[in-house]
Structures are given as C-alpha cells and as structure tokens.
C-alpha cells in the first residue's frame, strides 16, 4: 500500500461530561505517544483543565455552545440534541480555521469524534477529513443501541412497561433482559431512540474506536464489526494504557488517609459516577444497610445530586448517625487511587463504563445499583458473565444492602468473586501490554492512518 506523507495533528472532539472526557483525553494521551499532535475542541460547558499530562495538547472553544444551567434545565438527552445542532455550523468553522492556520488540509489525519457528538462527522466531510467514531460505552451497549434504533417505538413502549416482558431476555441479546437494556431515565423514550439513531449511523466514518477489550466482549466486538463494514479497533481500558488525570471536580483525598487506617479489603466504597440522582429515601435505606452490615464505607455524595439539598444537609440526622458511626463522607474521591488502596474490599457502583473498567482492573468485585443507560448493560455483565459482583435489583431496602454487602465483603462468595475480578485484572492488563490484544489494534489504528487506502 502506498505510504503518504504522515499527517500528524488529530482533533479530537470530546463530549462535555466526565464520563466522556476522561476515556477521551486517554486516548489523546495514548495517540500522542504515538507521535501525533493533539487539537481537542472544547465546548464552553465543562472544560477540561490542562493538567501536565495534556501540555502539549492544543484547546480550542468553539463559541456558541451551552452552559451548566443549560444541562439542568433541558436535562441530558434533551441537552446533547441541542448541542449537536448548535456546535454543527461552530465547528466547522473552527476546522476550517485550523486548517488556514496549518496552511496544509494534508496534516490532519483524522477527527476523532465521542458518538454522542455526531454533529462532527458533517464538517469532517465537508473538509474531506477522515472520521473517526470513539465509544465510551463497551462494544454490547454498542449493539444494544443499534438494536433500538430499528425497534418499533410503539410495540417496545407496550413491552417495556409490561412487568413479565421485562424480566425476558431480549431476542439475540442474550444475556440481556428487556429491563437491562439501554433505555435512558432522562427523558422520554422517543428523544433516546432518536439520539441512538443519530450516533449509531456512523455515516462516512472510517473506523470506530472503542475503550474495551477483547477478553471482556469479544463476541460484541465481532457483531459491531460485522454490522458496521468498518474496523473497529477495541483499545482499553485507556486508563491502564494511558492513565491521564482529567478530572473535572476537585479531589479531596482526606479519604485516602481514612482509607489507610482501615483493615484490608474491608471497605465498601460507594459512588454513583458524575450524574446520577438519588432519592432522598434511597440515601437512608443505603445508610441504614450500610451501617448494619457492621463494614466500613467511603461514601461519594456529589454536591446536587440529593434532591433539594445543595449537598447533604436536607437528609434528617439519623442519616448523620448513621454514617458518623463507621463512614466516610466525601463530595469527590481520586477514584482509581481509592480502588487501588488495599483496604477496599468492594465498589457499590451506578455501573458507568469507566467506573466498571476501573473497578475490574484494580480486581474490585462490585455491588451494581445502576440508574440508567448502559450502566443497566454494564451490571448484567457484571453479574452473570464476568460474575464479579450482584445487582441490587427493585426497591432499595435496608435488609438487602446489608445483605449485599455481606455478601461481598465477608461471605465465600465475594471472595470468588474477587478471585474472578483479579483473574480479569491480570487479562486486562496483558491486553495493554506489547503483543497484548488492545495493544495491537491501537498499533493498527495508528498504522491505518499512514496508509492512503484505509481511510
Ligand atoms: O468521586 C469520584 C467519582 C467518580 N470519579 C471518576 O468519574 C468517572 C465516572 O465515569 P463513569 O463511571 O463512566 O460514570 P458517569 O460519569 O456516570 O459516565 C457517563 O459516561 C459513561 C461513559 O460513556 C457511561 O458509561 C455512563 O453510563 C454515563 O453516565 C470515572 O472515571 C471515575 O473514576 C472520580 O474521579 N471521583
């Protein structure tokens, strides 16, 4: 194949949202080992800081973009349509400013482009620039989402809200039940199928990246590529192959000196990600469970994610009670640094993508509450494929969390579990390794792009 002079810049395009920025910024981190020059193009919500690790990386904001009380008012979904038709004409605008000021359309080797910001693939075409899609989902929610972009909206509503289907497995997505799937709790159903629609058609993208592994998924993997006629290039988890701090909120890491009075793999630690709600009697059953269940707790509550609460000061003090007795309270952890601590013995997770990766690849068994979207795909494998941890399913009740955490922390049974997430951490990081699975496909990614013919 004809080799062509190697463009070096990618602009990358991440979602404003840190479950999306960190694998994003990840990946800039791995590509621009590889050599590359980093643009990431930034809305004005939700800005990723320039920590040392991305120094070398250029930022550019595009105007026009939308601001936090945006998000609340219009909630996610409603808030990413909205983005994507806003950012269209900006951003392209902003690529054809980059490409004045470089003078030469041939240095770009690609945009790499978060699904969720599709608007991107209109102006890469425009410019005759090759696209790239990045999930930061795994390659099974993937599936499930092109699945639901070609349901009937009318038969699937009925299904949904019929109690006996949605304990059935949904045809040719097995182990998946009707209520694993990826339905979102942020909006009416018809705004989701049509968000999935949008970012599953890849349109002229020539590959879609995606921050998984083979040995977690590989059958997914070989369905998208089949599905997709595109490479598709499973590289994770970014955050052993590229570990890059991008956190948007402020680390208090009081928790890690809490963490280091406590006794091996004793602690549950809880956090829901960065955008799950939580009901006000969710909160006290979990206290409730947690502190019968006679184990420690590391407790994230982020600031507003309590209803009417700025942080935790609407909840009654029994809660206080409860907590001061053996908890641990903080508005935001350093994560992978808490998973990693020997004292934790077990994540209470909402399931995100990046929270489930990290958790396996410290060897975490985990208890899933998830909350919305993949994170219900996510828990499903957790429990019944990988069979590293138990699903909190129905009404959150006292008896049960307590019951779940025993069953993590103190019984035989967590500690299969936990033989099963350190069996999987070994795997995850031999796949980042030379020769490794996840290692090559970023090789062949990064190869691609120098040959005229795959792109
Ligand atoms: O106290 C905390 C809590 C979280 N995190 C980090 O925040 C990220 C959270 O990501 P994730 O677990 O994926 O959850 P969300 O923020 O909810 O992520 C959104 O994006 C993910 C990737 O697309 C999806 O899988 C989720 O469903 C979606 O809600 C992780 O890297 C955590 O390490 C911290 O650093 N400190």
């Not at 979904?77 to 900006?90: D, H, R, V, W, Y």
């Not at 993508?353 to 985990?366: A, D, F, I, Q, Y």
């Not at 959150?396 to 019984?411: H, Q, S, W």
Request: aromatic share 8%; with cysteine; net charge negative.
């Amino acid at each position: 194949m004809e080799e062509k002079r190697a463009k070096r810049r990618i602009v990358l395009v991440p979602v404003p949202a840190q479950g999306h920025v960190t694998p994003i910024m990840q990946l800039g981190k791995a590509l621009h080992s590889k050599g590359f020059s980093i643009t990431v193009v930034l809305t004005q919500y939700n800005r990723v800081s320039s920590s040392k690790d991305f120094s070398e990386f250029h930022f550019i904001t595009i105007p026009g973009s939308l601001t936090e009380s945006d998000l609340k008012n219009l909630g996610p979904l409603q808030f990413m349509t909205k983005l994507n038709q806003i950012c269209e004409a900006s951003f392209k605008h902003c690529l054809g400013q980059i490409l004045q000021e470089q003078g030469n359309q041939d240095d770009i080797a690609c945009v790499v482009y978060d699904e969720y910001m599709y608007f991107s693939k209109t102006a890469a075409k425009e410019f005759q620039l090759p696209s790239v899609v990045f999930s930061t989902t795994n390659a099974t929610a993937f599936v499930c989402r092109s699945v639901l972009a070609k349901v009937n909206e009318e038969r699937f509503l009925i299904d949904m809200k019929d109690p006996e289907m949605r304990d059935k497995v949904f045809p040719e997505l097995h182990p998946l039940r009707y209520k694993d799937l990826p339905t979102s709790a942020f909006g009416p159903i018809e705004g989701m199928l049509k968000i999935y629609s949008e970012s599953v058609n890849i349109g002229t993208a020539s590959a879609v990246i995606i921050n998984s592994a083979s040995c977690l998924e590989s059958s997914s993997l070989a369905r998208l590529h089949e599905d997709l006629k595109v490479p598709v290039y499973p590289i994770g988890p970014l955050h052993i192959a590229a570990s890059a701090p991008s956190s948007l909120l402020e680390e208090d890491r009081s928790c890690i000196e809490w963490l280091d009075k406590q006794k091996p793999s004793s602690v549950i630690y809880i956090s829901l990600g960065s955008l799950a709600l939580m009901e006000t009697k969710d909160v006290l059953e979990m206290a409730w469970g947690l502190s019968n269940s006679n184990q420690p707790f590391l407790w994230v509550i982020r600031p507003g994610s309590i209803p009417a609460s700025e942080w935790t000061e609407s909840l009654p003090e029994e809660f206080s009670n409860l907590v001061s007795e053996r908890g641990y309270i903080v508005k935001w952890s350093p994560q992978m640094e808490v998973l990693r601590h020997p004292a934790v013995g077990g994540f209470w997770s909402h399931c995100g993508w990046n929270s489930t990766l990290e958790s396996v690849g410290e060897g975490v068994p985990m208890i899933c509450r998830p909350f919305t979207g993949d994170q219900k795909v996510n828990a499903r494998y957790i429990e019944s494929v990988w069979r590293v941890g138990v699903q909190l399913e129905g009404e959150l009740e006292k008896g049960t969390v307590e019951r779940a955490v025993k069953r993590l922390i103190v019984d035989e049974e967590g500690e299969e579990m936990r033989k099963r997430a350190i069996g999987l951490k070994e795997k995850l990081e031999a796949s980042v390794r030379g020769g490794g699975s996840s290692f090559t496909s970023l090789d062949d990614f990064v190869n691609s792009l120098k040959t005229k013919d795959s792109m």
